[in-house]
């Protein structure tokens, strides 16, 4: 029991488990889907307090480079990766900007959901690192390789549970000072999805570009 209990209350140990559930997370979890709310916090600026939006909608993903964002509330907007291209249908602009996806999502949080199922994929584009468990969960740092990207830094908040790994939280840290945080819900691990579910259809009368 001595043995136990320090094994456990070692640091080494602490600081290991979240790159460890992150590597079982991206084996284990070939598809998903869940709710989500996401806070994001604006810097303070002369003397005022940050400010900060929520929305909330739903998500699904397939790996590799596939996932499909639904923001409900409080604007309509789809975010869709199909492994080619990536849809953002903006519902109140009635517009749509699609552009090549490995252009835009190599170093962003979503390679957290839509890399190949090994973590050495996600090392080709982040620093990672453990962080020491706290609320309940283990945590991962991502750094991003490239230095001109609009992401400072990214944690990935881990749980294991009877069920498997589950991915709880992405706090990021954007290079102008802006924290997001994504915190899903009712995560569902490799479920059955429809073969149309990352096929996008534009719908009738929205512009599209393509820049």
Known sequence: MA????????????????????SLFMKQ?????????????????????????????????????QFRFVYKKPFA???LADGQNFWLHDVELNQITVRKQNQVLG???????????DVKALEADFQLRSEPGRDGLEWVRATPKAQDGQIQSLLAGLRKTDKGVELVTIDVQ???????VLTLS?????????ADTFVFRVPAGVEVIRP
């Open 186 to 194: 009712g995560l569902e691990l490799n479920p059955t999805l429809p």
């Open 174 to 180: 954007d290079s102008l000072g802006q924290r997001s």
């Open 107 to 117: 170093s962003t949080p979503m390679a957290l959901l839509t890399s190949a199922a």
């Open 3 to 22: 043995l136990l209990l320090t094994l456990l209350c070692s640091p080494w140990v602490a600081h290991a488990q979240g790159l460890e559930l992150l």
């Open 77 to 79: 907007q789809t975010l």
């Open 29 to 65: 979890a070939s598809s998903g889907r869940a709710t989500f709310t996401q806070v994001v916090t604006s810097p303070s600026k002369a003397g005022q307090p940050p400010r900060q939006k929520t929305s909330s909608g739903a998500l699904e993903f397939h790996r590799p480079g």
